[in-house]
Protein backbone atom coordinates (compact mmCIF):
# COMPACT_ATOMS: atom_id res chain seq x y z
CA UNK A 1 0.00 0.00 0.00
CA UNK A 2 2.74 2.51 1.11
CA UNK A 3 4.92 1.68 -1.94
CA UNK A 4 1.59 2.38 -4.38
CA UNK A 5 1.61 5.79 -2.72
CA UNK A 6 5.48 6.66 -2.70
CA UNK A 7 5.30 5.83 -6.39
CA UNK A 8 2.15 7.91 -7.35
CA UNK A 9 4.10 10.76 -5.38
CA UNK A 10 7.03 10.00 -7.36
CA UNK A 11 5.27 10.26 -10.46
CA UNK A 12 2.94 13.44 -9.61
CA UNK A 13 6.24 15.28 -8.55
CA UNK A 14 7.82 14.56 -12.12
CA UNK A 15 4.69 15.58 -14.54
CA UNK A 16 3.79 18.67 -12.43
CA UNK A 17 7.64 19.58 -11.78
CA UNK A 18 8.27 18.55 -15.86
CA UNK A 19 11.36 16.18 -14.45
CA UNK A 20 11.52 15.42 -18.31
CA UNK A 21 13.91 12.77 -18.74
CA UNK A 22 13.33 11.32 -14.61
CA UNK A 23 10.94 8.19 -13.89
CA UNK A 24 10.06 7.01 -10.41
CA UNK A 25 13.37 5.14 -10.55
CA UNK A 26 15.38 7.94 -10.55
CA UNK A 27 13.51 9.17 -7.23
CA UNK A 28 15.03 7.36 -3.96
CA UNK A 29 12.09 7.32 -1.38
CA UNK A 30 14.08 8.64 1.60
CA UNK A 31 16.31 10.78 -0.31
CA UNK A 32 15.83 14.50 0.21
CA UNK A 33 13.48 16.36 -1.86
CA UNK A 34 14.92 19.82 -1.63
CA UNK A 35 18.97 21.20 -1.69
CA UNK A 36 20.59 17.89 -1.81
CA UNK A 37 19.14 14.46 -3.31
CA UNK A 38 16.23 16.45 -5.95
CA UNK A 39 17.32 19.23 -5.59
CA UNK A 40 14.03 21.31 -5.25
CA UNK A 41 13.70 24.58 -4.63
CA UNK A 42 10.66 27.13 -2.93
CA UNK A 43 8.76 27.23 -5.93
CA UNK A 44 8.87 23.88 -6.56
CA UNK A 45 7.87 23.47 -3.15
CA UNK A 46 5.08 26.05 -3.63
CA UNK A 47 3.88 23.62 -6.55
CA UNK A 48 4.01 20.47 -4.42
CA UNK A 49 2.06 22.01 -1.92
CA UNK A 50 -0.80 22.80 -4.41
CA UNK A 51 -0.34 19.42 -5.90
CA UNK A 52 -0.76 17.49 -2.58
CA UNK A 53 -3.54 20.19 -1.87
CA UNK A 54 -6.10 19.46 -5.08
CA UNK A 55 -5.00 15.74 -5.34
CA UNK A 56 -5.56 14.81 -2.09
CA UNK A 57 -7.86 17.23 -0.57
CA UNK A 58 -5.44 18.75 2.27
CA UNK A 59 -4.99 21.97 4.06
CA UNK A 60 -1.58 22.60 4.29
CA UNK A 61 -0.81 25.09 6.84
CA UNK A 62 1.85 28.11 6.59
CA UNK A 63 5.53 27.12 6.13
CA UNK A 64 6.55 25.77 9.16
CA UNK A 65 9.28 23.43 10.46
CA UNK A 66 6.52 20.58 10.76
CA UNK A 67 5.24 21.01 7.19
CA UNK A 68 8.92 21.66 6.03
CA UNK A 69 9.60 18.04 7.93
CA UNK A 70 6.66 16.59 6.26
CA UNK A 71 7.75 17.60 2.84
CA UNK A 72 11.23 16.74 3.50
CA UNK A 73 11.25 13.18 1.24
CA UNK A 74 8.97 11.26 -0.54
CA UNK A 75 8.89 8.58 2.21
CA UNK A 76 7.79 11.68 4.44
CA UNK A 77 5.40 13.26 2.40
CA UNK A 78 3.39 9.54 2.21
CA UNK A 79 3.26 9.51 5.85
CA UNK A 80 1.75 12.65 6.51
CA UNK A 81 -1.04 12.03 3.69
CA UNK A 82 -1.84 8.67 5.05
CA UNK A 83 -2.12 10.26 8.63
CA UNK A 84 -4.30 13.04 7.10
CA UNK A 85 -6.21 10.21 5.70
CA UNK A 86 -6.88 8.45 8.34
CA UNK A 87 -7.45 11.60 10.57
CA UNK A 88 -10.31 12.73 8.23
CA UNK A 89 -12.20 8.98 8.47
CA UNK A 90 -12.76 9.36 11.77
Not at 11 to 14: E, G, K
Given at each position: MMEELHLEIK????STLNLEGMDADDIDTHAPLFGEGLGLDSIDALE???MV???YGLVLSAETEEMRQHFYSIATLAAFITLQRQLRAI
Open positions: NMIILGLKNR
